[in-house]
């Protein structure tokens, strides 16, 4: 088994405040962890993040590859299943943060952002506690 790599001030790696600035773990997947992007201008959003500090897909071994892309479509089940989009848009970005992740961004037709490019964070729907802690209970059941 090989070592498990760390960033030093990755949110994805460390948890704590680092990851509380933008989301809040869900649960532990095959080979990555699943986060409630807590921004929820698309009701369902949520971050597929690998559990090494890579920063490319192309770092992984064509195993490591698939089990990863298997976490981001078992996630994508679960929000389909949950919120009933009319569409998933993924986003993999980390230009500054460098650690291999994927936003499943869920895209309603009568909704916020339908037809456009979503907004990496609009700043404008969040949440309390109580709703988070219902949405990752339902996510969690879908899995």
């Known amino acids: 088994m090989k070592p498990t790599i760390i960033g030093e001030n990755c949110g ?4 704590g405040e680092l990851l509380a600035a933008f989301g809040i773990k869900i649960c532990e997947l095959d080979v990555s962890q699943l986060i ?3 921004e929820q201008s698309h ?3 949520c ?5 090494d500090h890579v920063s490319e897909i192309v770092d992984l071994t064509d195993d490591e590859r698939s089990r990863f892309i298997a976490d981001v479509n078992r996630a994508a ?4 299943k949950v919120f009933s989009p009319d569409k998933i ?3 993999a970005y980390g230009d500054t943060g460098c650690h291999l992740h994927v936003h499943l961004v869920p895209k309603y037709k009568d909704g916020y952002e339908w037809g456009g490019v979503f907004a990496m964070n609009p700043g404008q729907t969040f949440l309390t506690q109580e709703q988070y802690d219902e949405m990752i209970e339902k996510i969690k059941e879908a899995l």
Do not use: D, E, S, T
């Open 89 to 91: 848009n993924y986003g």
């Open 12 to 15: 994805y790696c460390q948890g």
């Open 43 to 45: 009701p369902g959003r």
């Open 77 to 80: 089940k679960a929000i389909h």
């Open 47 to 51: 971050i597929v993040a690998y559990q």
């Open 36 to 38: 409630l992007f807590k």
